[in-house]
């Protein structure tokens, strides 16, 4: 597929550079697989652009993605060493953040859920990353957990050349909105219908 | 999203060990972009397995996907020097593949393509690798320069265990049908309709 030349030219002042250089929002949403995976693909090519790639897990399992997880960190070891690509950080909720973990708390996923939200947001202010990966970040925004406007005026208003991949089923039509780019990943046929299950290396 | 739990256990006399064994052929298709990003975040997974990964790509462009073909040949290195995950290999039409290009000589599209279906044929039947992307491999189809039905015939006759992943639009029912898990792309924004142009990082 040769690259897209766009059907409209825009009236909103800017030269093309600008407009090419314009920081997304991209939202991966629908109810089949491949929404995180397209998000870290993403994460890879940026990796390659030399930007600072942040991966924020909004999951419980630490088993999930864990290929993802490995392939991206095996990457940042990569520029550590040769100066190729750019750094990779990985955080996962599971109970607890990393930065924050007490050994033996008990874990309330609403509060970690809003404490991840709240790092994303110095992140975000302090221009900390070039590329940032909130997976499964929908899900804390449906259950009322965090705000969604409060998300869609935070990335609206991020300084600087910051990318923000959003991952997660059911996308609130506000985020949609706000966003620059939304996939919908539509299931037409799965092994799991006829009784196969997830399987190592394609499943995580 | 946790790991699914299928709904029906099917009457195929296999054993849940060797159905969730069964190598996979994955369908990524739509219109939308996501397709191919997908499919090599699968290959970085399928890397932190340990499997032998082989990426062919069916476009004429050989800077196209650069991103993911650093990204995914700087795993392989990886693997080279530490053992950690697989090995990598990323082939690209081009104008010719890189096993037999010949200087100067002019390119032939359709015997392009056909050459690099061989080759994946023969690549098949000594079982070389684990997991092929075939990567816009739906377009040599429909435009009649690889026959459907022998694909079809190829891949449901392959021997051992190797995934294989076909990326592009407009993918033949029949491969469709052959297919284990399909995923279709859906747009449901894209900032090319406000004129946005594609850009670094983003688009390739």
Do not use: C
């Not at 030349?5 to 109810?31: M, S």
């Not at 993403?42 to 652009?49: H, I, P, S, T, V």
């Not at 708390?105 to 991840?116: I, M």
């Not at 705000?147 to 059911?170: A, F, K, S, W, Y």
């Amino acid at each position: 597929m040769p690259q897209g030349q766009p059907e409209v030219v825009p009236q909103d002042g800017l030269t093309t550079r600008q407009r090419r250089n314009r920081p997304l929002l991209i939202v991966h949403t629908g109810a089949m697989k491949g929404k995180s995976t397209a998000a870290f693909g993403l994460a890879m090519r940026g990796w390659n652009q030399g930007w600072s790639i942040a991966v924020f897990q909004f999951v419980k399992s630490a088993r999930w993605r864990v290929g993802e997880e490995a392939g991206l960190l095996a990457l940042g070891r990569v520029h550590e060493q040769t100066g190729e690509g750019g750094p990779v950080e990985w955080h996962k909720m599971g109970s607890g953040w990393s930065w924050s973990r007490k050994a033996g708390a008990e874990s309330d996923h609403a509060a970690d859920a809003v404490e991840g939200w709240r790092e994303i947001q110095r992140r975000l202010a302090g221009e900390r990353h070039q590329f940032y990966v909130l997976d499964e970040f929908t899900y804390p925004m449906k259950w009322g957990w965090i705000d969604v406007d409060e998300v869609v005026d935070t990335l609206r208003n991020r300084p600087g050349h910051q990318h923000v991949v959003i991952t997660g089923r059911d996308a609130d039509p506000r985020l949609v909105e706000a966003a620059d780019l939304v996939v919908e990943m539509t299931k037409v046929k799965h092994p799991m219908d006829t009784g196969q299950k997830g399987q190592r290396g394609i499943e995580w």
